[in-house]
C-alpha cells in the first residue's frame, strides 16, 4: 500500500488535470483572451491569492517563458510565510482588508486582476474581486465551485468569489482538498490545488501570449536569466513596460 500511494497521487494529479482540460478549457481560453486584450488596450495585469493559493499567483509573475506585465497584488502576511501561518489564514477571514490593499495599490481601471482563492468563502478573496470590479478592473477568479455547493459562505453577504468576477475557472478540486487515505490514517491527505491551479494559471498566460502573438502584437515576455543573454533581455523589457511593471522597484 505505502509503495502504491506516491502513484496514485501522481494518477489523481494527472486525472484532475485531463477533467480540467475537457471541462475548463473554454473558460481558459477566454481568460486567455481577456489577458490579451488588457494588454493591447494598455491595462496592467495582477494576480492574488492567500496562503497555498498565492503560490499559483507567485508562479506567473517574474517568470522565464511568461508574460512580463504580470504583476503580485500582495497582502502582508497574506502568505503565511513572513507570519505565523494561522495568523496568514485569519487575515483571510478579515473583512475591510481588501479595500485597503486595493486603495493602497497601483490598479486602475481597466487593469485586469486574476483571484485565486480555493474554497472562495472567506472575506479577502470575496471582497478584492468586489472591490476590484468596483474599481473598473476586469476579474477572473480560479476556485473550486464544489465550495459554493457544499459550504457555506463566510462573508457577510452570504457570497463567493464565484459570484463576484467576469469569469470563473473551476479547478475541480473536492472540498477538503485531500485525495488520498490509508490504512491507519484518520486524516485524507494529498493537497493537489497547488498542481492543479498552477497549471490553470500557466494555461492561462499561454493562451494570452498565443493570442496576442496571432494579432501581430509582440507579447512583452520575459526570459531565464540562466542563459546566456536573458538578463539583457530582461532589463530591455523592464524599461520598455516600466509603466506596467511593479516587482521590480
Same mark, same amino acid.
Request: glycine letters at 12%; charged letters at 20%.
Given at each position: ?61 517574474? @517568470?522565464? #517563458?511568461? *508574460?512580463?506585465? &504580470?504583476?503580485? !497584488? ?6 503565511? $510565510? =513572513? ?24 490598479? @486602475?481601471? #481597466?487593469? *485586469?486582476?486574476? &483571484?485565486?482563492? !480555493? ?6 478573496? $470575496? =471582497? ?122
Amino acid at each position: 500500500m505505502t509503495d502504491e500511494l506516491p502513484g496514485r497521487y501522481l494518477e489523481t494529479a494527472i486525472a484532475l488535470l485531463e477533467r480540467v482540460r475537457e471541462e475548463e478549457s473554454q473558460k481558459i481560453s477566454e481568460a486567455g483572451a481577456l489577458i490579451a486584450d488588457t494588454v493591447t488596450e494598455g491595462g496592467r495585469l495582477f494576480a492574488f491569492g492567500v496562503g497555498h493559493s498565492s503560490l499559483p499567483a507567485q508562479d506567473v509573475v517574474y @517568470r522565464a #517563458g511568461g *508574460l512580463a506585465l &504580470v504583476n503580485l !497584488l500582495a497582502v502582508p502576511g497574506g502568505t503565511g $510565510v =513572513e507570519v505565523p501561518a494561522p495568523l496568514g489564514s485569519a487575515l483571510e477571514r478579515v473583512s475591510g482588508l481588501a479595500a485597503a490593499v486595493l486603495e493602497t495599490s497601483p490598479v @486602475r481601471r #481597466g487593469d *485586469l486582476l486574476v &483571484v485565486i482563492s !480555493l474554497s472562495g468563502r472567506n472575506a479577502l478573496p $470575496v =471582497e478584492m474581486a468586489m472591490g476590484a470590479r468596483e474599481r473598473g478592473l476586469a476579474v477572473v477568479g480560479v476556485t473550486s465551485v464544489a465550495y459554493a455547493e457544499h459550504t457555506t459562505s463566510r462573508h457577510a453577504s452570504g457570497t463567493f468569489l464565484k459570484d463576484h468576477c467576469d469569469l470563473v475557472v473551476d479547478s475541480k478540486i473536492e472540498v477538503g482538498d485531500a485525495e488520498l487515505e490509508a490504512p491507519g490514517v484518520e486524516v485524507r491527505f494529498g493537497s493537489v490545488s497547488t498542481v492543479v491551479t498552477s497549471a490553470i494559471m500557466q494555461s492561462m498566460v499561454a493562451g494570452a501570449i498565443a493570442a496576442l502573438g496571432a494579432r501581430g502584437s509582440t507579447p512583452p515576455m520575459l526570459r531565464s536569466g540562466n542563459v546566456d543573454g536573458g538578463l539583457d533581455w530582461n532589463s530591455k523589457v523592464f524599461d520598455e513596460h516600466r509603466d506596467r511593471i511593479f516587482y521590480t522597484r
